[in-house]
């Protein structure tokens, strides 16, 4: 008897169990949480980092902008290659921020949004052996982001740090469109890049990299050691691409000082990055 009570016990648990299982929801984020014993609005705190992996700015803060785009002038161009969906984010801001200096400068700014292109990056069986042994043609697609490339004297790769590596959708656009036969080809001598005479720079928002704002050597004091590590390691990866087009390396920008989403000094610290930003600028291509 006391056998039979116990396996109807077991039973009936194991029911509830299961049906409680089925009904379970994902987690609900609420407009508002607590922190610190303090109401915040998830949508702008430093929790959102958590919810969304987002560094967000605040909507009163964003600065959109919108370059004009190539013409057939002689100005200097500069190609931005973007690979962040969000358009709010603060490595979104420093790509605004770049746009605008380079126009200001006299510089013509193309924007490639991938995300907005609806960019593929994956190399598919029909590009395949077009990017890789330079057979065939490119499809309509590559051949005009090729066109863009053909143009500019600046291509600007702007993506967060992800993996610490460009991210997926970057990644693709430098396999399908910098292609054999195009960005480089065989020589007696090995590859030969083709891309003579152009250069290529990085915008990255970032974190967890030693604590620094700009290049080797910009350490703020929290790890220099990890930061350096860090920033030789992409020089290293930048010069080798650079080296397989036949391109200048002219380096970085790469912030890991972002402000927290909640501080009080908000406007403050994003002025101060956009203005460190512009100096580096400055510093790496009109100086």
């Known amino acids: ?34 922190q610190n014993g303090k109401s915040i609005d998830v949508e702008t705190s430093a929790t959102v980092d958590g919810t969304t992996s987002a560094s967000v700015v605040p909507e009163d803060l964003v600065e959109e902008y919108k370059p004009k785009g190539f013409t057939d002038g002689d100005a200097k ?31 013509e700014v193309e924007l490639r ?38 143009q500019a004297d600046y291509i600007i790769f702007c993506y967060p740090n992800w993996h610490d590596t460009p991210t997926s959708i970057v990644k693709g656009y430098m396999e399908t469109v910098f292609a054999k036969q195009f960005a480089y080809q065989d020589t007696d001598k090995g590859l030969e890049g083709m891309l003579k005479g152009k ?43 650079a080296g397989f ?7 970085r920008f790469v912030n890991d000082r972002t402000p927290k989403n909640n501080s009080e000094n908000y406007k403050e610290e994003l002025t101060k990055l956009r203005e460190d930003l512009i100096k580096k600028l400055d510093k790496d291509f009109f100086n």
Not at 4 to 18: D, E, K, N, Q, Y
Not at 124 to 140: C, H, I, Q, R, V
Not at 234 to 241: E, G, K, S
Not at 245 to 251: D, F, L, Q, S
Request: hydrophobic share 40%; proline share 3%.
């Open 1 to 34: 008897m006391k056998k039979r009570i116990l396996m109807a016990t077991m039973i009936f648990s194991l029911i509830i169990t299961m049906a409680g299982c089925g009904k379970t929801q994902a987690p609900i984020v609420n407009k508002e949480s607590v």
């Open 113 to 150: 949004d991938l995300y907005d292109m609806k960019f593929n990056p994956v190399l598919s069986l029909e590009n395949f052996y077009y990017a890789k042994d330079g057979f065939g043609e490119p499809t309509p697609e590559i051949k005009k982001e090729q066109e863009y490339v053909t």
């Open 245 to 251: 087009w036949g391109v200048e390396n002219k380096g």
């Open 77 to 107: 161009k500069a190609l931005f290659v973007v690979g962040d969906p969000r358009k709010y984010s603060v490595n979104y801001d420093l790509v605004n921020t770049a746009m605008k200096h380079f126009e200001e400068k006299g510089v």
């Open 199 to 241: 250069s290529i720079y990085t915008i990255m928002n970032a974190g967890f990299l030693g604590g620094g704002r700009g290049y080797i050597g910009d350490g703020v004091g929290i790890n220099d050691e990890a930061w350096d590590e860090y920033m030789n390691a992409f020089r290293v990866m930048d010069d080798d691409t």
